[in-house]
């Protein structure tokens, strides 16, 4: 026991990227030594490369998305309610370090919450801070249309929640939250949000839930299920 070394203190902290460039973001990759990665820099860049490389040599015919979080801009669109201008600025930084990565990703992939807004009020007690208002959809979909444009490459919203404030059985208890993304996307007056999406340059929701005790389909009173056979006989049309 006399022989070991004593015990080292470590310092954790984030590193956020410097000028948005992933380039500034420390990870191991070449330095993991797998022959695979040989060349590659050791940070968030080189990261991306290497699930680009691995992809193309493992499965080429893997479709690759890349994570767009508006977090990673410190930012969180819903609770700080930016204004336009500076949804614009925010969506160009998310935009940017994306190109810093220098690998080619095929789509954009974000999330837009891991529970339903009943669930956060009832559960984690946020006061209904969760609850998404007209503007929280225009602020979203205005990121979005701004990351688009930056990188080129469409987006998929996912991890959508299923609760809605439709049915009787939405009473706010387990596996039973309300929300109101589901009847806003799919159930709203013409499509409107639906419709900005799709301008945006969005091509799909995927819609579950992230978090256990969070509204499943087969908790949520059948509106889903209503909901998403009635979108299937008048589907939207793409851009």
Known sequence: MGDLEPRRRVRLRLQPAERDDAATVRAAVAATGRPELRGLPDTAAGFARALVRLRDA??????????????????????????????????????AFERSLGARFDLLFTDWADADAGF???????????WWRAGD????TRFLAGVVRGT???????????????????????????????????????????????????????????VDGATEADGDGGYFAAVARRYARDPLRLP
């Open 58 to 95: 493992h499965a080429p015919n893997v479709r690759l998305a890349y994570h767009l979080s508006d977090w990673g801009t410190r930012s969180d669109l819903h609770l700080n309610r930016p204004d336009r201008r500076q949804t614009a600025a925010l969506a160009a930084r998310a935009a």
């Open 120 to 130: 956060e009020q009832r559960i984690r007690g946020d006061g209904g801070a969760s």
């Open 137 to 140: 959809f225009t602020r979203a």
């Open 152 to 210: 080129g490459l469409r987006a998929v919203v996912w991890q959508l929640p299923l609760g809605n404030t439709v049915r009787r059985a939405m009473d706010d208890s387990w596996g039973h939250f309300r929300d109101n993304r589901v009847q806003t996307l799919l159930d709203g007056p013409r499509r409107r949000v639906l419709r900005g999406l799709a301008r945006a340059g969005v091509v799909g929701l995927l819609f579950g839930a992230g």
